[in-house]
């Protein structure tokens, strides 16, 4: 496997993976309205204490340090689209595990935006 | 009142998440394009110390956390597509200021997500709420 196709895959994975811990977490928190500095420093203080939260903060710095290697080895334009392959998976496991209604709408424009990675990276 | 609110909220979110990512992405790239080369495991935190790498890092520190509001009250099957108009900035940042080149096939991938983008963008961004008492 090439060094590209290694970091984009170790991206996407943990990119999944990070994803739905951290909307999983966010919902169950619930909805954030007030957005004052002491407000966003007791919601991050609250947040904190959420072990998946950290869980996926943790899969996201993995997967930044992948996306790093990966920019140092392929064009910009080619690597942030492409890693956007994890949205189809995503989608499918927001539906299974998240409990997500996915419409027709949110269906088509999510295969859209597949094919249109799929062009990216060919 | 509270739906008008919400209204707002959302895209105005969605303009940070986007925009953050979006500049976080190009001055990473930038910066990692234009360092002196090292090796070994600690390279990855080295390049973390030039500073058009640091504000890149900045902005998705930025990202990170304006992503996390987004999903506190938006779908994870919304956010996804909504936000990947970025895609599309970052192709134009790429080509006009680190003079990469852009096929004509990725130039079509980008429109396919551009498509996408806005189709889901035209529903509600949470299941939960369309389907709550």
Known sequence: MSPTWLYLSLVVGSTVVSDLLQAREMKDHGELHDFRPNAVARTLSALSRRRYLVLSILFMALSFFAFLKLLAVADLSFAVPATAASYVIETVLARLILKEH?????IAGTLLVAGGVALLAA | ?????????????????????????????????????????FAPILTLFDPWVATGVALLILWMLSRMALLSWADLTYVLPVTSIGYVLNALLGRFFLDEQISAQRWAGTLLIVAGTTLVSLGSPSSAAKAGP
């Not at chain 2, 919400?6 to 001055?27: C, E, I, Q, R, Y």
């Open chain 1, 102 to 106: 996915i419409g027709p709408r949110r």
């Open chain 2, 1 to 41: 009142m509270v739906a008008r609110t919400m209204s707002a909220k959302t895209p105005a979110m969605v303009a940070v998440v986007v925009l953050s990512n979006v500049l976080g992405n190009f001055f990473m790239g930038w910066g990692v394009k234009h360092q002196t080369p090292s090796s070994g495991w």
